[in-house]
């Protein structure tokens, strides 16, 4: 997923250290050197989801610029797959690709455990051109950054207004934006409106992990507090979203039974079951991809009841590769603000560099699900008041545990406090507590 972006860890590490080693066996591949004997020097990036840059024509835009480079990508849909490989990659230090994408759920442990195997990139990109939060996400304790960030989630919903109109609530963006404005729990509110003339077969929302991840991504403080320390079970935050999204889930029947990112839940996307999801920018690009053709211009955007941020990844440069500098060259190319712009343009990666946040790929930016929507100045105004989240080195296995091991079980027929109890469980198994 691109999602990335993210909200998953680490399942079968297996099956993604064989994806992720594609191109690239123990960093000896001719792909890491030269172009079958053309001369020209070829540049792999490791990448998860659908990031964006071979759909928005950056790579054909380099390459045009600089003759002498050859671009090539190895893509894990699921980060889940994807960040064990690139673990095991950097421990032994083969296998990877001359650029490789971190997660921003990821970066806080990669930049504690792997910064020594990373080349830093303060050099290369310039700090004033991104948002001073996300670039201190990837910078060491000791002033080395490892990262170049390349989007961030500022939290929005996406509703079909076709159901919504069959159902009796607004269409407008303002008005509907207006009905939950300030509160979740007003957003489930609207959710139990929508279900009392809901079109048959379909849900008010996608699913519970959707619906807890966005509620989680407004609050500065989740799993880790300011010093470090895991937070999740006493965090009065983190038990009322998910006592919210399991109540809305299993008491009202409000929310889709599916997780977010499999086979299943792509076709609820397809067959139009839901008539809302929780829509960081990225978003937008997934829906795209899975929808039918005749669902375009059907979808529209509103801002969340809080602002939040939900995913975000960078670009690190292992310095086990052959051609470091001319990677990092193209890390901070694609990175940059005009290149930001034209991804949010394509590919609805929002950028983390705030001035792209002025030229017209943004302001003026559509996108084919929502028609006339002004997603860039919609995702600009979330982006801008979002808070700064204490991002800690296990984020994605306590996200995940909550949402894959948690509040779905209440789609099955578990209670509330028995889902809580294995989520639970299974996070700090996994943590090893």
């Not at 759909?55 to 600089?66: F, I, P, Q, R, S």
């Not at 139990?192 to 929302?205: E, H, I, L, S, W």
Request: glycine share 10%; proline share 5%; hydrophobic share 40%.
């Amino acid at each position: 997923m691109r999602a990335r972006k993210a909200v998953v860890l680490a399942a079968v590490a297996t099956l993604g250290a064989g994806l992720l080693a594609g191109c690239a066996d123990d960093g000896d591949s001719d792909s890491n050197s030269s172009d079958g004997g053309s001369g020209k020097t070829t540049i792999t990036l490791g990448l998860f989801g659908t990031m964006g840059f071979k759909e928005a024509g950056l790579y054909d835009e380099y390459m045009k610029l600089n003759p002498d480079i050859t671009i090539k990508e190895n893509v894990v849909e699921r980060n889940e797959n994807y960040y064990p490989a690139l673990v095991n990659h950097l421990t032994t230090d083969s296998g990877l690709m001359d650029i490789q994408a971190v997660e921003v759920g990821n970066i806080a442990e990669v930049a504690k455990t792997q910064a020594a195997k990373l080349l830093d990139l303060s050099k290369h990109g310039k700090e004033s051109d991104y948002l001073e939060w996300k670039w201190k996400q990837a910078t060491t304790a000791d002033g080395q950054t490892i990262g170049l960030g390349t989007d961030v989630g500022p939290m929005a919903i996406c509703y079909r207004k076709d159901l919504f109109e069959a159902a009796g609530l607004p269409t407008d963006r303002a008005k509907v934006a207006e009905l939950w404005s300030g509160d979740w729990e007003k957003l489930v509110d609207v959710g139990r409106d929508y279900q009392k003339n809901a079109p048959k077969g379909t849900t008010f929302m996608d699913s519970p992990g959707g619906l807890i991840q966005a509620i989680l991504s407004s609050e500065t403080e989740r799993f880790y507090d300011s010093s470090g320390e895991v937070i999740y079970k006493t965090n009065p935050a983190v038990k009322a979203a998910f006592d919210l999204t399991a109540a809305a889930a299993a008491e009202d029947g409000l929310v889709g039974n599916q997780t977010q990112f499999q086979p299943a839940w792509d076709t609820t996307i397809a067959n139009s079951k839901f008539a809302a999801m929780s829509c960081p920018p990225w978003m937008l690009g997934y829906i795209k991809g899975k929808s039918k053709p005749e669902s375009a211009g059907k979808w529209d955007v509103a801002a969340a009841p809080k602002s939040g941020n939900w995913g975000g990844s960078f670009l690190a440069v292992p310095k086990s590769g052959k051609n470091t500098d001319e990677a990092a060259k193209l890390a901070a190319w694609l990175t940059a603000p005009e290149q930001q712009a034209k991804l949010f343009e394509v590919q609805g990666s929002f950028p983390s560099t705030p001035g792209a946040y002025e030229m017209p790929a943004v302001t003026g930016a559509k996108n084919d699900m929502t028609g006339d929507a002004p997603i860039g100045e919609i995702f600009a105004e979330a982006a801008k008041s979002s808070p700064v989240q204490v991002i800690g080195p296990k984020d994605q296995i306590i996200q995940q545990g909550l949402t894959d091991n948690g509040v779905v079980l209440v789609t099955q027929g578990k209670s509330a406090e028995e889902a809580w109890e294995t989520a639970v469980k299974t996070i700090d198994n996994n943590l090893d507590q």
